[in-house]
């Protein structure tokens, strides 16, 4: 049997662009039933937006950062390895000479903390292999044209 998921947002903006383009307010709202929080979000500040709120160029490099969690944590359970910590400082750059402009490469950089346990720990080779399956696992990996690099370090807690 074929599920298919449905994803639902509404975005809402009120002003004017008739006080011309470095004028006009970029902040608008976004909601996405059934999370109850909305989001209010601007352009980039490079693109006179606010740069106190989140522009979409950012959330699309969080939603791949979160991503690559979730795939690399059901991994990991799968394979009965227990994760206790993940960090990850990820970037993205978009290059606007390069036309058309879009974000070009993300790179992740999850800093992975497992438990130490009395079993033997999986090799770094292992891990890396873990975490290449959940890269291609992961949803926002397969859904985005822009170059993905995830390089994870290990370590294990005490």
């Known amino acids: 049997m074929n599920t298919v998921h449905h994803y639902r947002s509404e975005l809402r903006w009120a002003g004017s662009t008739g006080v011309g383009y470095d004028a006009y307010d970029r902040r608008h709202r976004l909601t ?11 352009s980039d500040p490079a693109f006179l937006g606010d740069p106190s709120l989140l522009n979409p160029e950012q959330l699309l490099l969080a939603a791949a950062s979160s991503c690559q969690l979730l795939s690399f944590l059901a991994v990991a359970a799968r394979a009965r390895l227990d994760v206790v910590g993940y960090t990850d400082a990820a970037e993205a750059e978009m290059d606007e000479a390069d036309r058309p402009t879009r974000i070009t490469t993300i790179r992740l950089n999850p800093v992975i903390t497992l438990a130490d346990t009395d079993r033997q720990r999986p090799t770094d080779e292992r891990l890396r292999k873990l975490v290449d399956i959940a890269h291609h696992e992961c949803f926002i990996a397969n859904s985005v044209t822009a170059r993905m690099l995830v390089t994870a370090e290990f370590g294990w807690a005490a």
């Open 32 to 42: 996405a039933a059934p999370a109850e929080q909305p989001l209010e979000l601007s």
